[in-house]
């Protein structure tokens, strides 16, 4: 803030506050132990959560197919930004949390194989595909290439435990049973083959052209202010400036860095993305040492998200990272893991 600009002030603020989670909340886990049971109802309760506002999303979507269409489940209000219209919540944050919520129900499913009885399981089953089908029908490509990824190895993982060849067929057929579903939904295969595009203009969704614009005008920034970046409230103004001058109008108050690792370095310099990585590095090594699979899984989530995404530019990003890597970081006993 000593370096931002006075009429960028307020931004500033806000965007202090914004990150006060960052002190405030793990400040109420300071005291707390949270064991095995207190963390599976935490992790089973969000999960629920999600899946319940998915429904929402589902009932809301066919009743708007019906009347606007005149068909049950139009594509237009089952894919990308309409099918998470009725929680006014980012398509990528929303599909995030679903395949957050997808990995804790696997996990639950794994760990407790024995003491399910037959029907909970195929319940269990069916709505971990219900799961990944939304989360391919949001479209987000991050997330979704994210989420097939830590599936495989997981998968992976424990067929090789349990040794079973049924289970290591299955891992390497999922990726192409999701590779199925994104093919015969026209608007999420559009935003796929999108990112093949070279530019702009002749495109649907955008993709990696546009974040290359983006990243085109924000690294000369980022060079020029490399130690100490821009200033905490400014640096929405000078990347817009920037895209002005480098004729990305489209950008102008719509798209910040999309990359946490590059608006870290953009607002703050190397110091601020120097202390990101910190905290990034001693959870994955916390999950490592405690053998935690899910913890590990929320960790490389969320990692990769940051890669097209300015995670922690929203209350979105923030609280949902920080509330559940006190939780994995406080739980205290050892998880039964993979």
């Known amino acids: 803030m000593a370096y931002t600009e006075q009429r960028n002030f307020g931004i500033g603020i806000f965007n202090l506050e914004k990150h006060l989670g960052f002190i405030a909340i793990p400040f109420l886990f300071i005291n707390m132990k949270i064991n095995t049971k207190q963390r599976k109802i935490f992790l089973l309760v969000f999960a629920l959560s999600c899946f319940l506002s998915s429904l929402v999303c589902m009932v809301y979507n066919v009743y708007c197919s019906i009347f606007e269409y005149n068909t049950l ?131 649907n969704y955008g993709g990696v052209f546009s974040r290359t614009y983006i990243w085109e005008s924000g690294l000369p920034l980022i060079r020029d202010n490399f130690l100490l970046g821009v200033g905490t409230g400014d640096d929405q103004a000078m990347l817009d400036k920037k895209f002005v001058e480098d004729g990305f109008f489209e950008g102008v108050q ?53 890669m097209t995404e300015s995670m922690l530019c929203t209350h979105k990003g923030i609280v949902f990272f920080i509330i559940f890597s006190c939780i994995f970081y406080k739980s205290e006993s050892k998880v039964v893991s993979n």
């Open 73 to 203: 489940i139009h594509e237009w209000r089952f894919s990308h930004e309409r099918l998470a219209e009725p929680l006014g919540i980012s398509p990528i944050y929303f599909a995030l949390y679903l395949s957050f919520s997808f990995f804790i129900l696997l996990n639950y499913l794994f760990t407790h194989t024995t003491s399910l009885s037959k029907t909970k399981k195929v319940a269990s089953a069916v709505i971990l595909f219900y799961f990944l089908a939304f989360i391919v029908s949001l479209g987000a490509r991050t997330v979704i290439t994210s989420t097939v990824l830590a599936l495989f190895v997981y998968m992976l993982i424990y067929a090789r435990a349990q040794k079973s060849l049924y289970l290591f067929t299955l891992a390497c057929l999922l990726p192409l049973l999701i590779g199925v579903v994104v093919f015969f939904n026209p608007i999420v295969k559009t935003r796929f083959i999108d990112l093949l595009s070279q530019n702009y203009e002749h495109s």
């Open 254 to 306: 719509h798209y910040n860095m999309h990359n946490q690792y590059l608006q870290s370095l953009l607002s703050n310099g190397l110091g601020a993305l120097l202390i990101w990585l910190l905290v990034l590095l001693v959870q994955f090594i916390n999950a490592k040492q405690k053998k935690d699979s899910l913890y590990f899984i929320f960790l490389f989530l969320f990692a990769l998200s940051c």
